[in-house]
């Protein structure tokens, strides 16, 4: 992986929070005015929120995030202090905030831990591990909300006159037939036959018309194979903390939603597992998103989602679940990143 430090801060840009953002608000204001469910009064009822269960929803994400800076130190066999951890998680997610969701951000997260004093082929492998256990925590979790939630897991449209419940049980299928496809392959390629994976890499790539990326692929391999190397060795505590930790994080992120619902709304117990359960498939569905962060394709989906929850309360829950769990990371990551650079880079050049 060749870190070319113009391409990096092009999605390290401060200017580029206003791409979702204004995405983000478009959809909300063609929803606004496409939907005549969608009123002024709902706009106002935003006052009528427990703030109880407000206040702990911003705990939850910050649980979330806690865990986060842990997993990252564990992962990286501590080599990061708490600050530093922090900062790294910060421009992560600042990262994914600002390229689409299919792209993520894993050569700028490469990029941090490297700069970060941490070898270039150890970088790749933390941040390989962490993909595949992030991909891993839906692969297997998917199937087991869909056991639980009795067929009851994909809604009926009340937005579009369309029978968007197939059409989101097709895009979750196809989704989630790529994200199991790739996270087997990488799992198998780092942790069983990094070698194999190279070898047919480069078959692949000997076909004439995709043969010019040949070198590249072959690049890739050899970087799989570095990283499998880095990771040999590690023992079952090691394996089992990180595995623990990706599970408290994303089950934060989606609890923090239940949490926000009870602001408006009582749920019963059966409610709160079916909530949860769908945010895994609307996460799946989300994940193919063209748009940065999923804005615009997250706001949408959310009503398509919840509203059988929420009714009326759907639209001004929207929006406050984004404010919590998605623009914070654009608006840190703007702070956070002059003030990264100028500790890596500039303090740097002058020791």
Sequence with gaps: ????????????????????????IGIVFVMFYSDPSITRENLRSVFDASWPSILLALLVIFMRDAGYVFRIREITDKRLTWVRAIYVIILWEFASAVTPSIVGGTAVAVFILHKEGIKLGKAIAFVMVTAILDNLFFVIGAPIVLYFAQGSIFPDSHVLELRLGKSLNYIFWVSYSLYALYSLIMAGALFYRPRVFKWVLLKIF??????KWKYNASEYGDQIIESSKELQGKNAKYWITIAVATVFIWSSRYLMLNALMTAYVDLSFTEHIL???????????????PTPGSSGTAEFFFAQFFYEFLSNYTFVTSILWRMFSYYPYLLLGAIFLPRWIRQVFFKKKEE
């Design 1 to 24: 992986m060749k870190l070319d430090n113009k391409e990096i801060f092009k999605t390290l840009n401060p200017n580029k929070v206003w791409i979702p953002v204004l995405l983000g």
């Design 206 to 211: 000997s076909i004439s018309w995709i043969r």
């Design 275 to 289: 909530v949860f359960a769908r945010q895994i498939i609307m996460w799946i569905v989300m994940m193919i998103s």
